[in-house]
């Protein structure tokens, strides 16, 4: 007995010095490990962002799984909310019918007056109608969330259109109040669209009626937006809509984006600082609108003749001294 | 059978987790699923979530590919530090655990900002949703935990 305590002792003091060697060997093997995972990871991400397959394979799988989700669960929610209404709605549906025929009757003998004004009406909309740019082809999307995850680091949304259904990473996106940002990636039938506000977005303005060229940044949520390399001296107040210049080649040209805050002599630089505020309530987004381009370049030509030279007369053609 | 409950499970969770994160910006609602696997070292289905979890996180996240594989990582090693340092598994371990998240999640983001090319860190927008994953670790895990020993009594 006594021997096999001793045994035993032995065998736990040889295995407390086997643990007492073993654990720098531990130690390093863990600081190892640590360090063949740092260097697997820094090969991946710089792998990655040169070749973005990693990118696109996660935008392919998890924003198309994301989108299919959400458009499912939206499509309970508003099941069962029509459902619920529906119930409430029936509760009360006798007294209401009372009420909407008596209704029904005003407002018909108000529509046989205002049938004059209708046409009135439509004749002026007639004569504003813009012409139609067909390079452009708006289709309607639905918001299905707004950033998300923790690695929703850029000020964004989710819509349910994708690359096979009209949202192509760079499409514009807009309501019918103004520009809303541009997809920045998608997956077949769900897209992320990049909003104006984000720091990381550049579009090229001017202003409507002073044609004051510019940058607008997005300075990040709740924040003013800003003009960048306006001229000094050039006419902007507050109140004027800055629209789309399309220099940029990535918006269409005269969509209202924002409307100016303020504009002041920067500090710092030779430029105007203008502070503008978005003309459509990006928080509480619900349908957009995305500008699809059909791939048809409008002729950037005027439709007249040329204007006559006015100037000084031309080398070929000038007089000799007398 | 055994096999289906747990994939509905986790195929409800997932949605859930999903349906969440549309409503509340910035949240990680599957790191509780993490927990629960690592509580029941349940390594099998820990094989085929964990590239899901990042899979979703990376595709409806606007940065580049990474930010969820040093998260989840992350997550991991936290985890089994604090079951190497106290041993115990109950709500007060993980009310502990949610802080470290917390502060896993502020780190992580502010390491990162550089890398994934973000103009401007937002500190106290960070700061914020890191909170906000701190406040729903501990209430998520209550809640799952109860829910999962009714769904699968035996594997609890």
Same mark, same amino acid.
């Given at each position: 007995?006594?021997?096999?305590?001793?045994?035993?002792?032995?065998?736990?003091?040889?295995?407390?010095?086997?643990?007492?060697?073993?654990?720098?060997?531990?130690?390093?093997?863990?600081?190892?490990?640590?360090?063949?995972?740092?260097?697997?990871?820094?090969?991946?991400?710089?792998?990655?962002?040169?070749?973005?397959?990693?990118?696109?394979?996660?935008?392919?799988?998890?924003?198309?799984?994301?989108?299919?989700?959400?458009?499912?669960?939206?499509?309970?929610?508003?099941?069962?909310?029509?459902?619920?209404?529906?119930?409430?709605?029936?509760?009360?549906?006798?007294?209401?019918?009372?009420?909407?025929?008596?209704?029904?009757?005003?407002?018909? $003998?108000?529509?046989?007056?205002?049938?004059?004004?209708?046409?009135?009406?439509?004749? +002026?909309?007639?004569?504003?109608?813009?012409?139609?740019?067909?390079?452009?082809?708006?289709?309607? $999307?639905?918001?299905?969330?707004?950033?998300?995850?923790?690695?929703?680091?850029?000020?964004?949304?989710?819509?349910?259109?994708?690359?096979?259904?009209?949202?192509?990473?760079?499409?514009?996106?807009?309501?019918?109040?103004?520009?809303?940002?541009?997809?920045?990636?998608?997956?077949?039938?769900?897209?992320?669209?990049? +909003?104006?506000?984000?720091?990381?977005?550049?579009?090229?303005?001017?202003?409507?009626?002073?044609?004051?060229?510019?940058?607008?940044?997005?300075?990040?949520?709740?924040?003013?937006?800003?003009?960048?390399?306006?001229?000094?001296?050039?006419?902007?107040?507050?109140?004027?809509?800055?629209?789309?210049?399309?220099?940029?080649?990535?918006?269409?040209?005269?969509?209202?984006?924002?409307?100016?805050?303020? $504009?002041?002599?920067?500090?710092?630089?030779?430029?105007?600082?203008?502070?503008?505020?978005?003309?459509?309530? +990006?928080?509480?987004?619900?349908?957009?609108?995305?500008?699809?381009?059909?791939?048809?370049?409008?002729?950037?030509?005027?439709?007249?003749?040329?204007?006559?030279?006015?100037?000084?007369? +031309?080398?070929?053609?000038?007089?000799?001294?007398? | 059978?055994?096999?289906?409950?747990?994939?509905?499970?986790?195929?409800?969770?997932?949605?859930?987790?999903?349906?969440?994160?549309?409503?509340?910006?910035?949240?990680?609602?599957?790191?509780?699923?993490?927990?629960?696997?690592?509580?029941?070292?349940?390594?099998?289905?820990?094989?085929?979530?964990?590239?899901?979890?990042?899979?979703?996180?990376?595709?409806?996240?606007?940065?580049?590919? *990474?930010?969820?594989?040093?998260?989840?990582?992350?997550?991991?090693?936290?985890?089994?530090?604090?079951?190497?340092?106290?041993?115990?598994?109950?709500?007060?371990?993980?009310?502990?655990?949610?802080?470290?998240?917390?502060?896993?999640?502020? *780190?992580? !983001?502010?390491?990162?900002?550089?890398?994934?090319?973000?103009?401007?860190?937002?500190?106290?927008?960070?700061?914020?949703?890191?909170?906000?994953?701190?406040?729903?670790?501990?209430?998520?895990?209550?809640?799952? !935990?109860?829910?999962?020993?009714?769904?699968?009594?035996?594997?609890?």
């Amino acid at each position: 007995m006594r021997h096999e305590k001793g045994e035993t002792r032995q065998e736990g003091g040889t295995s407390a010095a086997r643990r007492t060697t073993e654990q720098p060997v531990t130690f390093r093997r863990l600081l190892l490990i640590a360090g063949t995972l740092l260097i697997l990871f820094l090969g991946m991400f710089t792998w990655n962002q040169r070749t973005r397959a990693l990118d696109d394979f996660a935008g392919m799988l998890g924003l198309e799984v994301t989108g299919t989700v959400l458009s499912f669960v939206h499509a309970v929610e508003s099941g069962i909310s029509e459902t619920w209404d529906h119930y409430f709605d029936l509760v009360g549906v006798r007294e209401e019918n009372q009420r909407l025929k008596a209704r029904l009757e005003e407002l018909e $003998a108000r529509m046989m007056a205002a049938g004059e004004d209708l046409a009135e009406l439509r004749r +002026l909309r007639k004569l504003l109608e813009l012409p139609v740019d067909e390079a452009w082809k708006p289709v309607g $999307a639905r918001v299905l969330a707004g950033r998300m995850g923790p690695n929703g680091l850029l000020d964004s949304i989710t819509i349910n259109r994708g690359y096979s259904t009209g949202g192509r990473p760079g499409t514009p996106v807009v309501t019918q109040l103004g520009l809303v940002g541009r997809v920045l990636r998608a997956s077949p039938h769900s897209a992320t669209v990049l +909003l104006l506000t984000d720091p990381g977005s550049r579009i090229a303005v001017f202003s409507q009626e002073g044609r004051v060229s510019g940058i607008l940044s997005g300075q990040g949520v709740h924040q003013h937006l800003e003009v960048r390399f306006a001229q000094l001296g050039t006419p902007v107040s507050p109140g004027e809509v800055l629209v789309t210049s399309g220099l940029d080649g990535k918006y269409p040209k005269g969509i209202p984006v924002a409307r100016v805050i303020s $504009a002041e002599p920067s500090n710092y630089n030779q430029f105007l600082t203008i502070k503008a505020q978005p003309l459509v309530d +990006l928080r509480n987004l619900e349908e957009v609108l995305l500008l699809e381009s059909t791939g048809i370049v409008r002729p950037n030509l005027p439709s007249g003749p040329p204007p006559e030279f006015v100037g000084p007369p +031309l080398p070929a053609t000038a007089q000799p001294l007398p | 059978m055994n096999m289906l409950r747990h994939v509905c499970w986790w195929a409800v969770f997932i949605v859930a987790g999903i349906a969440l994160q549309s409503v509340v910006p910035g949240l990680d609602a599957f790191a509780v699923g993490l927990i629960l696997l690592l509580e029941d070292r349940d390594y099998r289905n820990l094989a085929w979530l964990l590239p899901v979890f990042i899979i979703l996180q990376e595709g409806m996240g606007t940065g580049l590919f *990474g930010s969820s594989v040093v998260w989840y990582t992350a997550l991991v090693l936290l985890y089994k530090l604090g079951r190497w340092l106290f041993e115990v598994n109950n709500f007060f371990f993980v009310l502990l655990l949610s802080t470290w998240f917390g502060a896993a999640y502020f *780190g992580i !983001a502010w390491l990162m900002a550089p890398l994934q090319d973000v103009p401007g860190f937002d500190a106290q927008g960070t700061l914020d949703k890191s909170l906000i994953q701190a406040l729903y670790v501990p209430v998520a895990w209550w809640l799952l !935990a109860g829910l999962r020993r009714w769904v699968l009594p035996r594997e609890a």
